[in-house]
């Protein structure tokens, strides 16, 4: 009898972060285990996104997941009750809901939301419910896994738990993520005013307050005081915000504002996954200066498009790229200063250092985690139903 298998797919709509990270697990799921019966638990229809070979059942329409309260996390409950299913995989706790009587595997990301609660939930009522459901989340869970030996450390020890108890099933770069044609990245950067002989620094790590952007904007201003607007590129900063307070991305206009640099950063907001590849194609570097992170996908994924990454120096940082990229340590602007000028005046010695990072971000691959992550399910489940 086949293995019957829910997944939690109501964080589908995330761009970003663990919506990628469930979109593409998914995918390689269905793909690479044809012979187990999916079902897709979802916030909407999914459209002709859902993989063929999934079914697909809508359980409600949260605006944030994140932040269910108990009646919708018991609505969603109920829903699923009713189904016949060997084991229940929930891709990030962050979008977790209980399902009864089923075996559970639960991914937790990292430990940021326990460690530095007030800069993913601002409000105390939601930092109060995120640590019931997250408290819920891992006492039911019949296996725990997370992306990275750095970020598996500090949950063990944020949440009080042996680390020995919690699998690994790294992220991976997107497929999209790759070198494109010349002609498509002069189209995406003539979008954003941008020159491929002038280049560009890019940042497109989150905008939340752990990220460091304002490591990089006063490392920014450094460099273009130092060598004048002639021969420091512009730099672009991707993405938008919400729940933070304050609001990283105003922090940064004003910054960027009072030191007179308004005309030399763009602030674009969210850029397509296709468009984002290109830019980090047609790029000097693609820069995370980031104090926390649990895997550190965007940096994975820049790359994985060949372009030098310039990462803050953290152990998820140090375990996915390693000394491929260059590293300084986290908040020091006149170290990350230094490696952008020294990208500046060393365009050959800029590619050796990006093919460097392509290689590195080449050994995650989502069908490796699917396999790991299906093996999960299999121990979970128990013994194969008769």
């Not at 999934?54 to 269910?68: E, I, K």
């Not at 280049?199 to 004048?228: D, M, Q």
């Not at 640099?261 to 980090?280: K, N």
């Amino acid at each position: 009898m086949a293995l019957r298998a829910g997944i939690d797919a109501t964080n589908w709509s995330n761009l970003r972060g663990d919506g990628r990270f469930a979109r593409n697990l998914i995918r390689s799921l269905v793909e690479l285990h044809p012979q187990t019966e999916w079902t897709l638990y979802a916030s909407s229809e999914l459209a002709d996104e859902a993989p063929d070979g999934a079914a697909v059942r809508v359980v409600g329409r949260d605006a944030d997941v994140a932040l269910r309260g108990p009646l919708a996390l018991a609505r969603i409950a109920l829903t699923v009750r009713g189904d016949e299913l060997d084991v229940f995989l929930s891709p990030s706790v962050f979008s977790w809901f209980p399902v009864a009587g089923v075996p559970s595997v639960v991914g937790v990301h990292d430990a940021i939301a326990t460690t530095h609660p007030r800069q993913i939930f601002p409000r105390l009522r939601d930092r109060q419910l995120w640590r019931v459901k997250q408290g819920l989340a891992v006492r039911r869970a019949g296996r725990l896994f997370t992306i990275s030996a750095a970020a598996r450390a500090e949950i063990a020890a944020a949440l009080g738990i042996d680390s020995g108890s919690i699998a690994l099933v790294p992220a991976a770069a997107d497929p999209v993520f790759s070198p494109r044609p010349r002609e498509q990245v002069e189209n995406v950067l003539a979008k954003l005013g941008l020159s491929p002989e002038r280049g560009c620094f890019v940042y497109a790590s989150g905008i939340n307050p752990r990220k460091g952007l304002e490591t990089l904007v006063g490392a920014y201003a450094g460099l273009r005081a130092a060598h004048g607007s002639d021969e420091v590129p512009p730099l672009v900063v991707v993405g938008s915000t919400r729940r933070a307070a304050p609001n990283p991305l105003s922090a940064a206009r004003e910054a960027v504002a009072a030191m007179g640099l308004r005309d030399a950063v763009l602030f674009p907001g969210f850029v397509p996954d296709e468009d984002l590849a290109c830019l980090y194609c047609g790029a000097t570097a693609a820069i995370s200066p980031s104090r926390a992170e649990g895997f550190g996908l965007s940096a994975v994924e820049a790359a994985a498009c060949e372009v030098p990454v310039v990462l803050s120096d953290i152990p998820a940082h140090r375990e996915t790229l390693g000394d491929t990229a260059l590293l300084f340590p986290a908040g020091d602007q006149a170290a990350l200063r230094d490696h952008l000028e020294r990208l500046l005046g060393d365009r050959r010695g800029t590619r050796r250092i990006g093919a460097r990072c392509r290689a590195a971000a080449s050994r995650f691959s989502w069908a490796d985690s699917a396999r790991r992550l299906h093996a999960l399910l299999l121990e979970a489940a128990g013994p194969e139903p008769q």
